[in-house]
């Protein structure tokens, strides 16, 4: 009896397991189906979606060759060599950004620096080809000092091809994640302007006396301190397909440029060193569509990799460019391993004009430039580059009393991007990104036009070349408006 007990309570439990069994199977349908119909009521029309319910990131990007023909004036200097040799190719490099809703175009382009008039050409061209607002085009040169300058034919060309490299990049849109970052490089980022001890001789090229020097030289008894810290930040975007084939990179740093080029010479700098770097360290070689490596300017016009503090170097042709360019890189690389890619974020843009005040010559200045012109060549004074200057000043008669330039903002999640059509202070791009509602920012300076530098009041106090009239050709305090103006245009898109 105890034997048969036994195995109808086995039976017995057996027989509870499986009922409990199909009851938790039936559950779990039931928990999915209702899930199913929650979801289904979330997503149906009227109801509020997540930001990024439903919507593809896309990126894409491309290249333009935009080299000259031999022959074309150089400019970057006091004087306009012909180019002999082609060391690198130049280009007009594009990276879109699509978050389903709103599209937002980069183009860096190897040029010391486009006007207004040759910008808002190339995007006219844009809007009417691809429907893209021009507002949502960004157009920066890099600043080299090694190609032509942007006018004639060569325009006309460079126009067209900054179009054309747009269309492409939209062509090889593909569903993206998108990540960003910031390393530091401070071994190639010196300020290039210096006070100098009191009583050092230093006049202007209009009858005064600064108080700074630009490049004063090495081992200078003058030397007192650098008038201003530089930006060490490298900051970058970087887009990845699906299956994690690096798409492109666009870099951020704040050096004017590297030089040691050879007279005669057509160079994208280290510009263009640091795109073909980057893509080598990320493995992105003989991609179909290629990828795109970038370097944009940041906030560089006091700035250069000149140590005056330390030895002087010698070095031959391209070396330095070539180390500058292999530190960003690996330090890009280095950041790169650790970011965060996103699915998706949300793109904003903003664009405005700022109307500011040319800056004129005095009757008296008027007075001294007409002198200097008419002084025979071999007639010679203290004052640098006194002829030309004369030649500014006169030529700046001719502007009307203001201008309107285009100052841009770009949204990409919590990333902010501002520019400016100046070779802006290091001064002005710390205040933008310790002031901006972005958790992370950076500033493309020679953006949307090209007006010369943009010191801070207080570096116009002190003189110097990029505080000359000339050189800086707008009122003295245009830095504190454009900052108050990005700002503004920041909120507007947070």
């Given at each position: 009896?105890?034997?048969?007990?036994?195995?109808?309570?086995?039976?017995?439990?057996?027989k509870l397991i499986k009922m409990l069994s199909r009851f938790f199977r039936y559950l779990m349908m039931f928990i999915i189906l209702i899930s199913v119909q929650i979801t289904s009521a979330k997503t149906s029309p009227g109801e509020n979606l997540p930001e990024d319910q439903g919507k593809v990131f896309r990126a894409g990007a491309a290249m333009s060759n935009i080299t000259p023909p031999l022959g074309v004036g150089i400019v970057g200097g006091w004087g306009t060599p012909s180019a002999t040799h082609i060391h690198d190719e130049l280009h007009a490099r594009c990276l879109v950004l699509d978050d389903s809703e709103t599209k937002l175009v980069f183009i860096i382009v190897d040029n010391l620096g486009l006007s207004r008039e040759v910008i808002d050409q190339a995007k006219g061209l844009i809007t009417n080809e691809t429907e893209i607002p021009a507002s949502n085009v960004l157009i920066?040169?890099?600043?080299?000092?090694?190609?032509?300058?942007?006018?004639?034919?060569?325009?006309?060309?460079?126009?067209?091809?900054?179009?054309?490299?747009?269309?492409?990049?939209?062509?090889?849109?593909?569903?993206?994640?998108?990540?960003?970052?910031?390393?530091?490089?401070?071994?190639?980022?010196?300020?290039?302007?210096?006070?100098?001890?009191?009583?050092?001789?230093?006049?202007?090229?209009?009858?005064?006396?600064?108080?700074?020097?630009?490049?004063?030289?090495?081992?200078?008894?003058?030397?007192?301190?650098?008038?201003?810290?530089?930006?060490?930040?490298?900051?970058?975007?970087?887009?990845?397909?699906?299956?994690?084939?690096?798409?492109?990179?666009?870099?951020?740093?704040?050096?004017?440029?590297?030089?040691?080029?050879?007279?005669?010479?057509?160079?994208?700098?280290?510009?263009?060193?640091?795109?073909?770097?980057?893509?080598?360290?990320?493995?992105?070689?003989?991609?179909?569509?290629?990828?795109?490596?970038?370097?944009?300017?940041?906030?560089?016009?006091?700035?250069?990799?000149?140590?005056?503090?330390?030895?002087?170097?010698?070095?031959?042709?391209?070396?330095?460019?070539?180390?500058?360019?292999?530190?960003?890189?690996?330090?890009?690389?280095?950041?790169?391993?650790?970011?965060?890619?996103?699915?998706?974020?949300?793109?904003?843009?903003?664009?405005?004009?700022?109307?500011?005040?040319?800056?004129?010559?005095?009757?008296?200045?008027?007075?001294?430039?007409?002198?200097?012109?008419?002084?025979?060549?071999?007639?010679?004074?203290?004052?640098?580059?006194?002829?030309?200057?004369?030649?500014?000043?006169?030529?700046?008669?001719?502007?009307?009393?203001?201008?309107?330039?285009?100052?841009?903002?770009?949204?990409?999640?919590?990333?902010?991007?501002?520019?400016?059509?100046?070779?802006?202070?290091?001064?002005?791009?710390?205040?933008?990104?310790?002031?901006?509602?972005?958790?992370?920012?950076?500033?493309?300076?020679?953006?949307?036009?090209?007006?010369?530098?943009?010191?801070?009041?207080?570096?116009?106090?002190?003189?110097?070349?990029?505080?000359?009239?000339?050189?800086?050709?707008?009122?003295?305090?245009?830095?504190?408006?454009?900052?108050?103006?990005?700002?503004?245009?920041?909120?507007?898109?947070?």
């Open positions: 009896m105890t034997k048969y007990f036994k195995i109808k309570f086995k039976f017995k439990v057996m920066s040169a890099i600043h080299t000092h090694s190609g032509p300058r942007a006018e004639g034919d060569y325009q006309k060309f460079l126009v067209r091809r900054m179009a054309d490299v747009v269309r492409i990049a939209l062509n090889n849109l593909e569903p993206a994640n998108i990540g960003w970052g910031v390393g530091s490089v401070p071994d190639h980022v010196f300020v290039r302007r210096w006070v100098m001890k009191p009583g050092t001789d230093l006049p202007d090229p209009f009858g005064g006396q600064d108080r700074v020097k630009m490049n004063p030289g090495h081992n200078n008894p003058g030397l007192l301190k650098p008038a201003a810290e530089p930006d060490t930040d490298v900051s970058f975007i970087s887009v990845k397909s699906k299956d994690g084939r690096p798409i492109a990179l666009l870099g951020n740093y704040s050096l004017h440029y590297v030089g040691g080029v050879p007279s005669g010479h057509i160079s994208a700098d280290y510009f263009a060193v640091f795109a073909d770097r980057i893509q080598e360290l990320l493995k992105a070689d003989r991609q179909d569509p290629p990828f795109v490596g970038m370097m944009s300017n940041g906030t560089s016009g006091d700035v250069n990799n000149i140590n005056y503090a330390g030895e002087p170097e010698r070095n031959p042709p391209y070396a330095k460019m070539r180390r500058v360019a292999e530190d960003v890189a690996r330090e890009v690389f280095r950041v790169h391993n650790q970011i965060e890619f996103h699915d998706w974020v949300p793109l904003k843009a903003a664009c405005e004009e700022l109307t500011l005040n040319v800056r004129k010559p005095d009757q008296k200045m008027i007075a001294n430039a007409q002198d200097v012109l008419k002084r025979p060549d071999d007639v010679k004074t203290n004052r640098p580059h006194e002829k030309v200057y004369a030649e500014r000043i006169t030529r700046l008669l001719e502007w009307p009393d203001q201008i309107d330039i285009v100052l841009q903002t770009f949204g990409i999640g919590d990333l902010g991007i501002a520019t400016t059509p100046f070779e802006t202070f290091s001064d002005t791009g710390l205040e933008i990104k310790a002031k901006s509602p972005f958790k992370t920012t950076f500033t493309i300076e020679l953006a949307n036009g090209y007006y010369g530098y943009l010191p801070t009041p207080e570096q116009h106090e002190l003189g110097g070349y990029e505080t000359w009239m000339g050189t800086s050709r707008v009122e003295k305090d245009a830095s504190v408006k454009v900052v108050a103006k990005l700002l503004s245009m920041f909120s507007s898109i947070k």
